[in-house]
């Protein structure tokens, strides 16, 4: 590897570390999951309860009971914990809602997801799952809200691409 290629993955992944600092170490999320239809229209909502804590996750829902987008990963973001990292040259200063961001390709295994972390703030904006290098997933936040002193996304939104139908994540705790 170059000194140049060994300095991009350094610092794609201090950029993925300073994403990952952004969530608690030991946190508990308590919210609704909500499958909607292609009108928008809610089919299915339950309750869930996220914890983290000392870098295990639990997840109180049992997801196979929800036909919908939704999976373990963006739920619990596990993918920024993958330690093949680099940046997507091509999509690198590309906006989420009005942000530059840094693009990141994030591998482990045969599985890739692509995320948008904010260039001046270090959020993460956007993300999606790649399958043959197209994307198939994607989650995106799409309200902010202040939970004591941190500031998290609260509503997400996740779509498998062409299903036309969406599954929304709401945050309503955070202890």
């Known amino acids: ?54 870098g295990v996750t639990s997840l109180d829902f049992p997801l196979e009971e929800l036909k919908s987008d939704v999976t ?15 940046f997507d040259e091509e999509k690198t200063g ?15 295994g045969d599985r890739t997801v692509r995320v948008w972390i904010d260039g001046k703030y270090g959020a993460l904006m956007q993300a999606e799952e790649l399958k043959d290098g197209q994307p198939i997933r994607r989650l995106w936040g799409t309200r902010i809200k202040k939970f004591g002193d941190r500031w998290m996304a609260n ?12 599954t929304k994540i709401v945050v309503e ?3």
């Open 94 to 108: 590309e906006t989420v809602n009005g942000q530059t961001c840094y693009v990141i390709l994030l591998k482990k």
């Open 173 to 175: 705790e955070m202890q």
């Open 72 to 86: 373990w990963s963006d739920i619990t973001l596990d993918y920024l914990w993958w330690d093949d990292v680099s």
């Open 1 to 54: 590897m170059t000194v140049l290629a060994a300095a991009m993955v350094a610092g794609a992944l201090q950029l993925v570390e300073n994403c990952r600092a952004m969530l608690p170490d030991d946190v508990e999320l308590k919210g609704r999951i909500v499958q909607r239809d292609r009108r928008g229209i809610p089919t299915v909502e339950r309750n869930y309860t996220l914890r983290r804590q000392k």
């Open 155 to 166: 509503v997400l939104e996740v779509e498998t691409l062409g299903s036309g139908h969406r």
